[in-house]
């Protein structure tokens, strides 16, 4: 009997050591099992190994991630990849409208009435959520198909919301003396907003070129305000419209070109494989987007200092 009981105890001492033996054994297999995932997911893959879903360049050859999950979607932020600059230039620029929101808080508060201060901040909100959402596509695109997918419609939810503001604020600047008229344009963008966002909705199935298509041509609608504005204040002959009337062509050439680029996939396409990393016609259109969201800024700004110093002929007509 003393010999069983021995054993037993022995046993029963024994058990917890060979099963804590076992469980740091498999904690160690699992986190080596970790860094050799981890080593192996940092790894690049060609044009030709890459996901399908994530092949939309055929002119860029290399420097793809595979499929991440979160963590290293968000690790990839630091790693040399074809999205690098794609993901950091539109950081920078979401950082370089919060900045331009902060400085405005002050400067406009001197001055500005309520309307101005909604205006100049409706703006920067939606050019800083273009920013984050553009960021946060190209962080996450390589997570699954399904989430590259999701995240795209927040990356064009952002480019439409930026449209939508360079459109209301130049309708609020441009038609600051007709209440009439900036009522129906803006009402008129909004409509145009609320369509090309519901082409968007998935049980509508809408091809992606389509979808491009309304983006164009909501951009080209802004011709329609502009000549109407040029024209009901007398064209050339006013001072104002040979100030702004430049700065919002230079507008149109900045992003005309942003967009050609985008589409003609210059100059990768000539230079196939040279431009995988750097300077490719994504990174070109990522920049000059923040170039021509900044350069509407600034130019309203200068029309906002321009009403503020020159009232309407009929004063009571401003709201």
Not at 69 to 93: D, K, P
Not at 216 to 224: D, E, F, I, R
Request: charged share 15%.
């Amino acid at each position: 009997d003393c010999d069983r009981t021995n054993n037993l105890m022995k046993n029963l001492i024994r058990g917890p050591y060979s099963m804590g033996e076992e469980t740091e054994e498999k904690k160690e297999k699992a986190t080596n099992c970790d860094e050799i995932y981890h080593e192996k997911a940092k790894r690049l893959f060609t044009y030709k190994e890459a996901p399908e879903y994530i092949k939309h360049n055929s002119f860029i050859l290399s420097g793809y991630r595979g499929i991440l999950n979160t963590q290293l979607c968000l690790e990839s932020m630091f790693w040399w990849t074809n999205e690098t600059i794609n993901i950091w230039s539109h950081i920078f620029g979401f950082v370089l409208f919060v900045a331009v929101a902060i400085r405005d808080v002050w400067s406009l508060d001197v001055y500005a009435q309520a309307c101005d201060k909604f205006i100049v901040g409706f703006v920067l909100v939606c050019f800083q959520m273009c920013m984050l959402l553009s960021a946060l596509y190209h962080t996450f695109s390589c997570r699954s198909e399904r989430d590259c997918d999701f995240f795209l419609s927040f990356d064009l939810f952002g480019i439409a919301l930026s449209l939508l503001a360079i459109y209301t604020s130049g309708i609020y600047y441009a038609f600051w003396c007709t209440p009439t008229l900036r009522y129906f344009y803006t009402i008129t963008v909004t409509v145009i907003f609320v369509m090309a966002m519901a082409l968007h909705v998935p049980s509508f199935n809408v091809n992606s070129n389509v979808k491009m298509l309304v983006f164009v041509a909501w951009a080209a609608y802004g011709v329609v305000p502009t000549f109407h504005w040029a024209v009901h204040m007398g064209g050339l002959d006013n001072p104002l419209v040979l100030l702004l009337l430049p700065k919002v062509v230079g507008m149109y050439i900045i992003s005309g070109t942003a967009f050609l680029i985008y589409v003609t996939k210059v100059p990768e396409r000539f230079y196939t494989g040279k431009f995988d990393y750097f300077g490719h016609s994504h990174q070109w259109w990522h920049i000059l987007i923040v170039a021509a969201l900044y350069y509407w800024h600034c130019t309203g700004m200068i029309y906002l200092e321009y009403r503020f110093n020159h009232v309407c002929a009929n004063p009571g007509v401003i709201i």
